[in-house]
C-alpha cells in the first residue's frame, strides 16, 4: 500500500533549526511524481511551503524564502525539508504530498516554535 510518512518535528525556540523527512514506500516515488511539503494551522488552509518536479529546481514561496531549502534521497525514496531560522508564527503541522494519479498524503508531523 503506498505511503508517505514524515518524520524531524519537535519543539524548537524561535531562531533554531528542524529538519523534517517523508520517506515515500508502496510503489509511489519522488524521483518520478511532483511533490511538495505543505503546512497547516487550525483554521487555515493548507499552505505550500516547497514544490519540486522531477528534473527542476525546488520552489520555494516567497514567505519561506532564505530560510527553508527542500531536498531529496532517490536511493531511499525520501525527502528533506531543511528549516532555518524558524519564527514562532512557523508553527504548524506540516505535511508531505506526492501527486502520482491521485494525491497522497502523510499524516503529518507537529512543529512548534516557541521561547
Known amino acids: 500500500q503506498a505511503q508517505l510518512v514524515e518524520s524531524g518535528g519537535g519543539f524548537v525556540q524561535p531562531g533554531g533549526s528542524l529538519r523534517l523527512s517523508c520517506e515515500a514506500s508502496?510503489?509511489?516515488?519522488?524521483?518520478?511524481?511532483?511533490h511538495f511539503w505543505y503546512r497547516q494551522t487550525p483554521g487555515k488552509q493548507r499552505e505550500v511551503v516547497a514544490a519540486?518536479?522531477?528534473?527542476?529546481?525546488?520552489n520555494i514561496p516567497a514567505s519561506v524564502k532564505g530560510r527553508f531549502t527542500m531536498s531529496g534521497d532517490n536511493t531511499k525514496n525520501t525527502i528533506y525539508l531543511q528549516m532555518n531560522d524558524l519564527k514562532p508564527e512557523d508553527t504548524a503541522t506540516y505535511y508531505c504530498?506526492?501527486?502520482?494519479?491521485?494525491?497522497?498524503w502523510g499524516r503529518g508531523t507537529q512543529v512548534t516554535v516557541s521561547s
Open positions: 504530498n506526492l501527486f502520482n494519479k491521485k494525491n497522497y
Open positions: 508502496g510503489g509511489i516515488f519522488f524521483a518520478k511524481s511532483p
Open positions: 519540486n518536479t522531477p528534473g527542476r529546481p525546488p
